[in-house]
């Protein structure tokens, strides 16, 4: 009796469970109530700080278009209202890659926002490409991630080399000026992932192109999310560089800026790779971060009207968070995405994917406003150098058609 | 035995053909398909821990790493212009060749002092593989274009959770078992009657990590993205102790249950409040080891021996 | 890099280092159980110093005043209702439970403060003595000095006092202390409240240091274990010899490899020391029969 009772028991908790995951049918082929977009972010985790700022974006970016009724689709005539869908990876790569899958497959999603951190993208693109759903993401930058031959992936961060060869040309410019010396000796550390690897490999490039210019003296890596980087600093310091060359996220940046101040170091140049002009690192540290060079995706320093605009809509939409690059570089991958799927006129992934490799625009907020992507997918846009001055301010010093200020050589 | 351990092969095998027949009858039912591979996936590596935490009782925190050789074995060769399937035996083998070689000195420590080590033993995996580039690729870790479908996938893993509860249920039968009982009841004594502890102990955990190995490939399959983080992390090492221990650890069938509970909260805070999960798993295992050590198996076979009592009882008071 | 920056800033960390794991030293020592949640109190150590910092505006150097007293009741309300049912029985019953514990802790400061990093900035947080090449931060001869300090203060208690010796009586044999009328129920509560405390004042300690997170102090407890098995579990002079010795190796090994691999240098240390000594710390070792 028992014996029966038990198996009754786990055959109707299976088909519990099977019934509790619904057999959704996919949505018929006639015009879409909405449009369903799906992106899984770090909203928990180490990366939760940036990825707050993704969802708050990509919110702003769909509120907008709702606000006017829609997306309008040429196929049917009419305005389609947005639907985001958006999950929390804990900055996981498995379970991010896991959220894809759901929003593919039970969500039926019609397009993907991107998520952030290349470790994540890596494993969660994975499922854009099997399923051929396109991707759209301004969170990812490493060129590993656009190496692969997937054909639905695309990205608005330009890479990380490209950043190292920005700064490098600034850094020519202001040795050609008589404010740094030539060669400029460089302590480079890196964080130990894709993204810090590119920087070391970018000025390692400079270094063996322009000798003259530059000389690698130091190039070590360090643990994300590390604790203690004294023992590496003071290696820093016993090669008497000029400049100390970084890349770190946002965290292990303000450790480890707060930790060379207390070992004393005192370089020509300091720079973070794309993290310096952050409010949340000048609250932490004060005028710590006076001087430090940063080469960016973005800056709400950029002149032009788009960008005022932006930065006027963000403080309103948000007045408590800061318009940082990864507040505007979601809001423009989503707007980007809404822009395909207008000009696919219709939901279907492959005339949107189609639409997306000939996206051409111009007037965006990006820097030289112009949105356009190369053949593996990935953007090929300049960065923005900004310098912090002190009293809390930051001027854009590169490229110099868009400079607001000079950058003071060097580090007084 | 308790009943449901008797219950478990006719309800076993009734399961697995409904298991095998799932991707024929609901060709479109896709995330079902998902969720399964899931749970086979994590059942397999489940009752491969319980094998040496379970059985043997020795805990080990660091089975991530077993998981990450494997997987890291198939992508590299896999990256290499192997057929995948071909891989699986030599991530297998290699996961076994590395516990033993890490296995071996560690097990000269006894209780906690194995575990803490283990938690070395993972953590200092992870640091090799996100530094040995020329190797595991580093930070950036291993990718393939397209893996197998998941229909194959499914299947693969069913398999292998078929052959790891399998190998569970004949251990639990076997002279091997028993000898792991008796070193896991007290060592010291099992060593003074003749029992080459050290032996079974590596044989148990070499075991344990092919199947674990064998499971990382798929994974890789899978994912079809290996980095030092998402498979050598701590979050991994943490699900694969918190699975058996929930079901029930050292019974047969525990694994299976506590990957199921798993999957199944996983699934459903995701999209909540993602850190509940954990959360819900940290409250569950403190209470199944004040009140419950033999997790979900222990408290179901409480509650049928109370009521087996009760029959029994009001059956002799009957005839009073 | 000069010698005499290293050794200094060696001793420097082994102070820290040593706060950390007197707590884990002394919770071993008396109850026989390894304290998987090491990581989770000192990470709530923190942040509670961080909290009372945000919110009150209360000064971070007063912190460990108020959180040494809350954390050594909270470590009494864990050893009555939960410890209590588990420290007679298999060590891993105890390792779990406490594992448990950490999860918990863990995920209730995600719930409770998200994953930001969190950190500390007062003007001794800046503030640097420098002499020629040799800089040292005043924050860490803060940490040590207080390290100290804690050290003597429990060496004493240890030696000096009645409950001291009931401690370290129990530390030796429990059954012999039983015997000769010691409580052990009472001085098991109090000794893991105490234990309990330090590692609050440790967190404190820290946080003054590091930026931190719900994640944090998972690296520095590996860290710990180690240090307790190199300097012995019992006593805490050998907690201090633990450090000193971690800290000289991990200083002067960096000299000869890259700051990644910093950390394989503790478990390196720890498997080479258990392994390596096997006979030497087997006694401590099989206190618990059978596994």
Known sequence: MTRRLVTLAIAFSCVLLFASYGVKAAPAPNAPAEIVIGAALPLTGAESRVGTYFKAAYELAAKEVNDSGGIFLKDFGKKIPVRLIIYDDKTEATTSRDLYERLAVQDHVDAFLGGYSTDLIMANTVVAQQRQIPYVNGGGAATQIYGRGFTTIFGLLASIQSLALTECDFIEKAQAEGKLPRPLTMAVVYENTAHGKDFNDGLNQCATNKPQNFKVVMSEAFDLHGKDFSPLLAKVKATNADAFMSDAHLDDYITMQRQYKQAGLHNKFITYGARGPEKSAREALGDGVDYIVAASWWSSKLPGQPVKDFVAKWAAAYPNLSPEWFSALPYETAVVLFDGITAAGSVDKNRVTEALRKTDLRGTLMPTGVVKFQSNGQVDLPFVVTQNLPAGSVVVVWPEAEATGKAVLPVP | ?320 | ?291
């Open chain 3, 1 to 291: 890099m000069d010698t005499l920056s290293t050794l200094i800033s060696a001793i420097l960390v082994a102070g820290l280092y040593a706060t950390m794991s007197y707590g884990l030293a002394l919770i071993y020592g008396v109850l026989k159980i390894v304290n998987l949640a090491n990581a989770g109190f000192l990470m709530i150590g923190a942040y509670a110093t961080w909290w009372m910092w945000t919110a009150f505006g209360f000064n971070p150097l007063l912190a460990p005043l108020v959180i040494v007293p809350v954390f050594f009741l909270i470590g009494i309300a864990m050893e009555r209702t939960m410890i209590q049912r588990v420290v007679d029985q298999e060590p891993i019953i105890s390792l779990l439970l406490l594992f448990g514990v950490w999860l918990v802790l863990q995920n209730v400061a995600y719930l409770l403060f998200t994953g930001d990093t969190r950190s500390i900035t007062i003007p001794l947080t800046d503030a640097v003595y420098q002499r020629g090449d040799i800089v040292i931060p005043w924050a860490r001869v803060y940490v040590f000095a207080v390290g100290t300090l804690a050290l003597v203060a429990m060496q004493l208690f240890l030696t000096r006092t009645q409950l001291g010796r009931a401690i370290r009586s129990i530390a030796q044999d429990r059954d012999a202390a039983r015997l000769v009328g010691i409580d052990v129920k009472r001085v098991n509560a109090i000794a893991f409240g105490l234990g309990i405390a330090l590692l609050g004042l440790g967190g404190s300690l820290l946080s003054l240091l590091y930026s931190f997170d719900p994640d944090f102090g998972r690296t520095l407890t590996l860290k710990s274990f180690c240090i307790v098995v190199l300097g012995g579990l019992e006593s805490f002079v050998g907690v201090a010899f633990g450090s000193i010795a971690l800290a000289l190796a991990e200083a002067f090994g960096l000299r000869y490899m890259p700051a990644s691999l910093q950390n394989l240098i503790s478990f390196v240390l720890l498997v080479v020391v258990l392994i390596a000594f096997p006979k030497g710390i087997a006694g401590l070792l099989r206190r618990r029969s059978g596994v």
């Open chain 2, 1 to 320: 035995m308790s009943r449901v351990q008797v219950a478990g092969p006719l309800i076993a095998a009734a399961a697995l053909l409904c298991a095998v027949a799932v991707p024929f009858a609901f060709p479109h039912a896709e995330y079902v398909l998902d969720v399964l591979f899931l749970i086979f996936l994590y059942g397999a590596m489940s009752a491969a821990w319980n094998i040496i935490g379970g059985f043997a009782g020795q805990i080990s925190f660091g089975h991530a790493a077993f998981l990450g050789v494997g997987a890291y074995a198939t992508m590299i060769l896999w990256g290499e212009g192997w057929s995948p399937w071909a891989t699986l035996p030599v991530a297998g083998g290699l996961a076994a060749i590395f516990s033993i070689l890490v296995g071996v000195p560690s097990f000269r420590l006894r209780g906690p002092y194995f575990s803490i080590a283990t938690i070395g033993i993972g953590e200092a995996t992870r640091l090799v593989a996100l530094n040995w580039s020329k190797l595991t690729g580093g930070a950036s870790g291993l990718t393939m274009a397209a893996g197998p479908p998941p229909q194959i996938q499914y299947l693969s893993a069913l398999a292998v959770c078929v052959a790891a509860f399998g190998i569970s249920w004949w251990i639990v039968q076997s002279r091997f078992g028993f000898a792991l009982a008796a070193i896991k009841q007290d060592t010291d004594a099992a060593q003074t009657l003749g029992v080459d502890t050290t032996l079974f102990k590596t044989l148990a955990l070499a075991l344990s990590a092919a199947l674990v190995g064998i499971a990382g490939s798929i994974y890789a399959m899978h994912y079809l993205y290996v980095s030092p983080d998402s498979v050598f992390g701590f979050s991994t090492a943490i699900a694969l102790v918190i699975m058996p221990i929930i079901g029930g650890v050292g019974t047969v069938w525990g694994p299976l249950i506590g990957a199921v509970v798993y999957t199944f909260i996983r699934e459903q805070f995701a999209v909540k409040l993602a850190n509940a999960d954990l959360l819900a798993f940290g409250l569950l295992l403190v209470a199944i080891v004040l009140f419950e050590p033999k997790g979900i198996v222990g408290a179901w076979g409480s509650v049928m021996a109370r009521r087996a009592f009760r029959k029994r009882a009001a059956g002799v008071a009957a005839r009073g």
